[in-house]
């Protein structure tokens, strides 16, 4: 019934992506800032994060430009195919803001074009979930205007909790936001964060990593208990940047406890899908960051926006 599109910060692989018909428009990682790499593209996530960690460099990145976006939404706008892109945060990024200005121009030529542009207000898993929700909503048919009031409703709902190794990089990429002033002057800490409405928060604080990835699955597990949500009725994904051993073992001990205590099944275990964290959040959280993703199913809200 339409196009979706996302950019790479949703932790989709481009052929996971393709596999559910959604079209990845790249944002751009540099390492000296100067010479920029279309992320999944021109640079894949191993050697990104190989490099990230061997350099020790902070890496930057740049948004999509207007005229990227303009090339891919182009060809189904010609074919009167209704287009929803789903973007990261415009807290993290302008890709947003490059969406919107594609299809405003694009409809100065085609004023009949349908394009949504969607502020997730998220990042990493839980985009990805979002983009998720969007597909299965395309294959049962659920209506264009009804699929963009509940993809608008979600965006307030989905959340990422996880862990990394230290703040450097939160810090350097200018993305600590609230966290500074409750952490400043504390040290050897591992904080627990999480991500909800664009802003990263703290969940909790412990010494140890083996405690923060504990910490990740509580701080999940507490959401839904205090707040008296049933989890059957959201989705839920786990995720890591770092594909060792260890960093493979965090990420199957928060699937393990999500599955046995939550009574819910991971994306990755139905749809066969590896969702490493992408290089663009590994820009801002390092090379050792490993969490949980969860949103809302699609019929969960649907009955709210039906009133």
Request: one cysteine or more.
């Amino acid at each position: 019934m339409f196009k979706i599109f996302s950019d790479t910060p949703c932790d989709f692989t481009l052929e996971y992506a393709e596999s559910i018909g959604v079209s990845i428009v790249p944002l751009y990682v540099s390492f000296d800032g100067e010479n920029y790499s279309k992320a999944q593209y021109e640079l894949t996530t191993e050697d990104f994060y190989n490099r990230m960690t061997s350099e020790k460099v902070y890496p930057k990145t740049s948004m999509p430009s207007v005229q990227d976006y303009i090339d891919y939404f182009l060809p189904y706008v010609k074919e009167n195919t209704p287009i929803i892109a789903i973007t990261i945060s415009t807290l993290f990024s302008g890709s947003f803001n490059s969406a919107n200005m594609a299809a405003d121009q694009i409809r100065e030529d085609y004023p009949d074009a349908q394009i949504t542009v969607i502020n997730s207000q998220l990042n990493s898993a839980a985009q990805g979930l979002l983009v998720y929700e969007a597909v299965r909503m395309n294959r049962d048919n659920v209506p264009y205007e009804t699929v963009i009031k509940v993809l608008e409703e979600m965006t307030k709902l989905g959340t990422v909790y996880f862990v990394i190794e230290g703040l450097d990089y939160l810090q350097t990429g200018g993305r600590i936001g609230k966290v500074a002033s409750l952490i400043t002057g504390m040290l050897n800490i591992r904080p627990v964060l999480y991500m909800n409405n664009g802003e990263i928060s703290i969940s909790s604080i412990t010494r140890t990593r083996k405690k923060s990835v504990t910490g990740v699955f509580e701080g999940v597990k507490r959401h839904f208990q205090t707040n008296n949500i049933d989890p059957s009725t959201y989705e839920f994904t786990t995720g890591s940047s770092d594909i060792s051993d260890t960093g493979m073992s965090e990420r199957e001990e928060l699937r393990n406890r999500l599955e046995s205590e939550l009574g819910v099944v991971c994306l990755e275990n139905r749809e066969n899908v590896d969702m490493r964290v992408s290089m663009i959040t590994g820009c801002h959280t390092g090379s050792y960051t490993t969490g949980i993703g969860y949103m809302p199913k699609y019929e969960a809200i649907l009955p709210l926006v039906e009133k």
